[in-house]
């Protein structure tokens, strides 16, 4: 039975008490959601998919440098991490036009935007998470401008490190969305890479077609979603231990 104390339950995620002060364990459920909250299923599987990709990511993202709050993976659906002081927006980084900068700018979905984009939006699901400026952020004190420094230098890096390494396996990333956390360490604020990084928070497209492979398929109800989150998993080389490729069960290994 699990008496772990529940810290916090979101849509995707649970958080809890951690084994040391300091940290937490993050669950990854099955729970898929969009238009917050107005669609909900469970799709089999999702969450053991999505800790193992963002692990890998995160532990990428380490060895070039990036602080990150991911300590070790510690089951299939659960990873400790470090307890952090999240930030309230949603950073969100676009290579290509998609989702809502198409509708709000008038721009066809799959076209290159000249430079990659930040944008800030203000974590409030009452709200509907709203697209916000660095002056709001600055004059509601959401962020302090070291902070914001930091969120975007370590977002354009982080860009530029994961469009490499999907390009490398066949897929564009057109966006993701990260969010960050702060930590006090030796009387310092370090600002840490949080939450995860998996296809329910990037728009993944095969370079070659350009099928979606990530949560555009929940969201706009072209099927296959499992399917996508495996092949994405596949070509990163990270099948989750219980998956067979075929989904035929146990393979007999011959020697
Ligand atoms: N995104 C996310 N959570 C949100 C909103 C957006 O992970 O609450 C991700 C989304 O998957 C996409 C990117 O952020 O990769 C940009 O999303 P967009 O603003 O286009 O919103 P959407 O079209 O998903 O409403």
Not at 13 to 31: N, S, V
Not at 143 to 165: F, H, K, M, T, V
Not at 193 to 202: N, R, V, Y
Not at 226 to 236: F, G, K, P, Q, S
Request: with cysteine; proline share 5%; charged share 30%.
């Amino acid at each position: 039975m699990n008496r772990r104390r529940r810290i916090y339950e979101g849509k995707a995620k649970i958080l809890y008490e951690g084994p040391e002060p300091g940290t937490l364990i993050q669950h990854f459920k099955d729970d898929a959601t969009a238009f917050n909250n107005k669609k909900h299923e469970i799709i089999d599987g999702k969450g053991v998919l999505n800790n193992r990709i963002s692990e890998f990511l995160f532990l990428r993202l380490a060895e070039i440098g990036i602080p990150t709050h991911f300590i070790r993976r510690m089951n299939m659906r659960e990873q400790l991490i470090h307890q952090v002081e999240i930030i309230p927006l949603e950073v969100i980084v676009r290579n290509i036009a998609a989702g809502s900068i198409a509708k709000r700018l008038g721009l066809e979905e799959g076209a290159a935007l000249p430079r990659p984009i930040i944008e800030f939006c203000y974590k409030a699901d009452e709200l509907d998470d709203p697209l916000v400026s660095e002056d709001h952020i600055a004059a509601f004190g959401w962020a302090s401008p070291q902070d914001l420094d930091d969120i975007i230098g370590l977002s354009s890096r982080i860009n530029d490190y994961l469009c490499g390494l999907f390009r490398g396996i066949g897929i564009k990333l057109v966006d993701f969305k990260i969010e960050f956390g702060r930590q006090i360490k030796d009387d310092m604020v370090q600002v840490l890479l949080a939450d995860e990084i998996s296809p329910d928070s990037c728009r993944l497209w095969d370079a070659a077609t350009d099928k979606k492979l990530d949560k555009d398929r929940f969201r706009r109800d072209l099927g296959g979603m499992m399917d996508a989150y495996r092949e994405v998993a596949r070509r990163l080389g990270i099948m989750p231990e219980s998956d067979r490729p075929d989904g035929s069960g146990p393979v007999l290994v011959k020697s």
